[in-house]
């Protein structure tokens, strides 16, 4: 079955720290990639995208990820953190002859000041 | 800018009765969607809709389930006698267009308490 895998489940950091999440999927066609965060008590806000075309794409808030097909890998980076960055960021995956999201579990990050 | 809103931000209720959760999607979109996040767990499908029918669930969407667009602006998932296990957070999403290439956008989500 596919499956998404975010290895990180709580990741904590100091402001202006460099910040890499890694998320995997285990599918082998052709699939649509997605970064959702969710602040706390609010709804999942998308982050950013990959549907096609340039592997490394740029969101809001100055997170970007880069699509590594070989690696069936969609890592979010951020070169310095906020804290106001402090929040449950997942991974999702879609394919392309379904409506349907899947998700990672989640990773929990913490940035102090 | 335009957003998904659900009711109630959070629901208390007894075992065995019947609860409905409430969504109102962006207005000029067509397909529907709910998931659910047990504490701890992944963010699962449900169900996805459009045009008044069920285009995909998945297995957690029992009979116990059901979906609904009442009216014009409201999409509703109710769940017909509640068990402890359904205690989650469940989140609408809505999407103008389906397949490749289209985006979701997200509820705030509704926090389902069974006691």
């Known amino acids: 079955a596919q499956s998404v895998s975010q290895h990180n489940h709580h990741v904590i950091l100091s402001e202006a720290a460099s910040l890499e999440l890694g998320c995997n999927y285990s599918y082998g066609g052709t699939v649509n990639l997605f970064w959702y965060v969710q602040y706390p008590g609010q709804h999942l806000q998308l982050l950013l995208k990959?549907?096609?075309?340039?592997?490394l794409v740029k969101g809001i808030k100055g997170f970007e990820a880069e699509f590594i097909k070989s690696k069936f890998s969609f890592n979010l980076r951020k070169p310095s953190v906020q804290w106001s960055d402090t929040a449950e960021y997942f991974c999702?995956?879609?394919?392309?002859?379904?409506?349907?999201?899947?998700f990672g579990t989640g990773t929990r990050l913490q940035v102090f000041p | 800018e335009p957003e998904v809103t659900q009711t109630p931000s959070h629901q208390v209720t007894q075992m065995g009765q019947e609860v409905i959760l409430r969504c109102v999607p962006i207005s000029n979109h067509l397909y529907f969607y709910w998931y659910r996040q047990i504490l701890g767990q992944k963010v699962e499908f449900l169900v996805s809709?459009?045009?008044?029918?069920?285009?995909?669930k998945s297995e957690i969407f029992d009979d116990q389930f059901s979906v609904e667009r009442p009216d014009g602006s409201n999409f509703t998932l109710k769940i017909r006698s509640t068990k402890l296990e359904d205690s989650a957070m469940y989140f609408c999403?809505?999407?103008?267009?389906?397949?490749?290439?289209?985006?979701?956008?997200f509820g705030q989500g509704t926090r389902l308490t069974v006691v």
């Open positions: 999702a995956v879609k394919l392309i002859n379904t409506d349907k999201l899947i």
């Open positions: 809709f459009y045009n008044n029918e069920i285009s995909e």
């Open positions: 999403a809505s999407s103008r267009a389906t397949g490749v290439n289209t985006e979701a956008f």
């Open positions: 990959y549907f096609s075309g340039d592997p």
